[in-house]
């Protein structure tokens, strides 16, 4: 099927709002190449479990699409239609599975050394998006709060070695009540500025008490979703046949129940939890991946003006088949090894706010849990300097994002 | 060894960014485009192939010491002029402990773990690769003695390297190609973990070229290439996750570098003009004598 020959009926197995959204737009969709709008229908075939900020950004993209001039179209989309794909693909059922529609489009360009001219495609569009989108400017400031270290009473190899040249680096924090001030500078933030999924807590272990205005994902919370998911893994792979793309489908075909999330909870948080677990490499394994993997997605996903996370230690490092099993109860951890791991995890976290909009003015601060070592950026703050300042968490906060 | 070397800054991978075939594609010097996740040959003629064939060598000279099952195929190709039993002889060590270990109870997991990338992928074996009984009749190991060694060990590219040590000294082929993949646990995203397969592979890198020193075979005539298949994203790349993935196709997923030292090689230089990986098997075949026709690449000035 090419896109030409949409018709509504093709979009009966979308979900209400989804195939609302498609419908309002069919005769822009239909002009869109089918070397892109595969890509476009995997977002708007999730509409449904999508967060505020990404139904916004997929109605001005359709929009933007469905207002652009002939000659604007063919200036936007013929480097895609410069992109030619097999029969095979073309009969492949992108409408319902754009998802792995893509993957093998994803194949077939590497195979037929088409990805660099799609990659500069999707950048040129990307980009030319951007520019005629406008965005409402953010309530606040964006804040990114990291806790690092859990469970180590001490480290000698200097730590925020990427993120020092960017920042101001304080070795005399005050660490009595970190956690508390930080969650309560947090939960200060929710009620100020009241948006929905706009302020998270992201926590590697067993969430601390929080404030009910912020969204929370915990490693130990879905203990009971990954446990569930590694075993219906383990019984996928025992299967004969099932090979990588196989399981891979699988995965994408799971729904929160399938693991045994209940409908009581918000849908679009167990679909992001969900997504997490099976789309997420090692977050099923590592609670050190798992934080850094759902801050990075929270941030490109809902795009909070306030993200905490706190590291914890992940399990000691044992064999792959024995980790995926999940065999055995109580396994050792590895504070140290977390450590390092999340002094990583905030490095990303910080480049994974400054994609967002405002990034300009965007604050982040990361402290070595119960220490007294901790680095702010803020444009408010000298780079690349340090500060023997005696503060406490709160206060560095409000100094971050004054 | 870094000063000991001839040091490469800039080597590019222009083709598909997986182990599998990324590997074939240095061993064939095209950019192959088979599955990465299926055990099959590659599509053009190996260097060890062209080295056989060229050169008149018995099977016994050209080896490949490869981590994971998935790499079973990587000695010959499947063309037609080549083929079957004209290649090197594959021995996976963590094929063999597996099957030493069927035969009495032992805990060797750690050094069995297998594909990071996709734990899911361990397919079956399909010939030509070492077999556990030709153990004693060509490693002159016992498997008692094998396992007994493989304890003392803590990771699959130990024991790659371990084997790869014992066919020097039993076999001395002269072109021994050894594949490591401890670093791999970066797909796990503990970057910890990373930087430790990273360290233990430089480690194990020294201690192959110290073995190199001191076995008469090898000392002073032997060149020894190290070089990754290919990098990592890029932290700055959205599409990515910084060192956990090698997805994005972008500069730092394809860039990576190489050092050859020992004979022929000149010491203390680094080299920053560009190269591709699949210059490599025309530059061995100028090295050693053989003509890799089939081969993309182009041999690399600055090294002959």
């Known amino acids: ?30 002009q869109l190449p089918v070397t892109f709008l595969p890509s476009l229908l995997r977002e708007v075939i999730e509409y449904d479990f999508k967060f505020p900020t990404e139904r916004a950004a997929i109605d001005k993209e359709l929009s933007t699409i469905a207002t652009l001039s002939p000659s604007q179209a063919k200036e936007w989309f013929q480097p895609f239609q410069s992109i030619s794909i097999s029969s095979k693909l073309e009969d492949f059922d992108w409408i319902n599975s754009p998802a792995q529609f893509i993957e093998q489009l994803s194949a077939y360009l590497w195979s037929s050394h088409q990805l660099d001219a799609f990659r500069k495609a999707a950048t040129d569009y990307g980009a030319r998006l951007h520019g005629a989108v406008t965005q409402p400017p953010l309530p606040t400031r964006r804040l990114g709060l990291a806790i690092i270290g859990q469970g180590v009473s001490s480290y000698e190899v200097p730590l925020f070695r990427s993120l020092r040249a960017h920042g101001t680096y304080f070795n005399q924090i005050k660490p009595e009540n970190g956690l508390r001030l930080l969650l309560a500078a947090a939960a200060s933030r929710a009620e100020a500025h009241p948006v929905p999924f706009g302020h998270w807590y992201v926590d590697g272990g067993a969430e601390a008490e929080h404030s009910p205005l912020l969204t929370c994902v915990s490693y130990q919370a879905m203990q009971p979703m990954r446990a569930a998911l590694l075993k219906s893994m383990q019984s996928q792979i025992e299967r004969p046949g099932m090979g990588p793309e196989q399981l891979r489908t699988y995965l994408a075909r799971m729904s929160p129940s399938d693991l045994g999330a209940g409908d009581a909870g918000n849908a679009v948080l167990e679909h992001f939890k969900l997504k997490i677990l099976t789309e997420g490499s090692g977050t099923q394994i590592f609670a050190t991946t798992f934080a850094q993997w759902t801050t990075r997605e929270a941030l490109r996903r809902a795009e909070p003006l306030t993200l905490l996370v706190r590291f914890a230690p992940r399990q000691r490092q044992r064999p792959m088949n024995e980790l995926l099993s999940n065999a055995g109860g109580n396994h050792e951890l590895d504070p140290k090894g977390s450590l390092v791991d999340a002094d990583m995890g905030a490095y990303y976290h910080w480049i994974n706010q400054q994609r967002l909009q405002g990034y300009e003015q965007s604050a982040f601060l990361v402290w070595f849990e119960g220490h007294s070592q901790a680095l702010v950026i803020a444009p408010t703050l000298p780079r690349g300097t340090q500060s023997s300042s005696s503060l406490d968490l709160g206060q560095l906060v409000d100094l971050a994002v004054s | 060894m870094v000063p000991q070397s001839s040091f490469f800054t800039h080597v590019t991978n222009q083709g598909f960014l997986g182990h599998y075939v990324a590997t074939a594609s240095l061993t064939t010097g095209v950019y192959e485009t088979l599955n990465n996740f299926s055990a099959v040959a590659p599509e053009h003629p190996t260097v060890f192939e ?59 997991d750690h050094l069995l773990r297998d594909n990071y990338e996709n734990p899911l992928y361990t397919p079956q074996l399909g010939g030509g690769e070492f077999e556990l009984q030709q153990l004693d009749g060509i490693l002159r190991l016992s498997v ?33 190609w050894i594949t490591m993949h401890d670093i791999d646990v970066a797909h796990s995203g503990a970057y910890s973990l990373y930087i430790e397969g990273i360290r233990r592979t430089d480690r194990l890198c020294a201690e192959l070229w110290k073995a190199v020193q001191e076995n008469p075979e090898y000392a002073g005539n032997t060149t020894l290439f190290i070089l990754p298949d290919f990098g990592r994203d890029s932290d700055y790349d959205a599409g990515g996750n910084g060192f956990q993935h090698h997805r994005t196709g972008d500069a730092a997923s394809r860039t990576t570098w190489m050092m050859a ?36 690449g182009k041999p690399i000035k600055d090294l002959l």
């Open chain 2, 261 to 296: 030292l020992g004979a022929g090689v000149r010491e203390g230089v680094i080299f920053n003009d560009p190269m591709q990986s699949i210059d490599l098997v025309p530059s061995l075949g100028a090295i050693m004598g053989f003509s890799p026709t089939q081969s993309q």
């Open chain 2, 50 to 108: 062209y080295f056989r064939k060229d050169l008149k060598r018995p099977a016994s000279d050209t080896w490949v010491v490869a981590p994971s099952n998935g790499f079973n195929r990587i000695g010959e190709s499947d063309c037609r002029s080549y083929g079957p039993g004209t290649g090197a002889t594959v021995i996976l060590p963590k094929h063999l402990l597996s099957a030493a270990t069927s035969r009495g109870a032992a805990d060797f």
């Open chain 1, 1 to 30: 099927m090419l896109p030409r020959d949409l018709q509504p009926e093709n979009f009966t197995s979308y979900l209400p709002e989804a195939r609302k959204l498609v419908l309002d737009y069919i005769e822009a969709i239909r």
């Open chain 2, 144 to 176: 008692a003695d094998f396992m007994a060694h493989a304890r003392t060990l803590s990771s699959p590219d130990e024991l790659s390297i371990y084997i790869a040590k014992r066919l020097m000294q039993q076999e001395a082929p002269s072109l021994l």
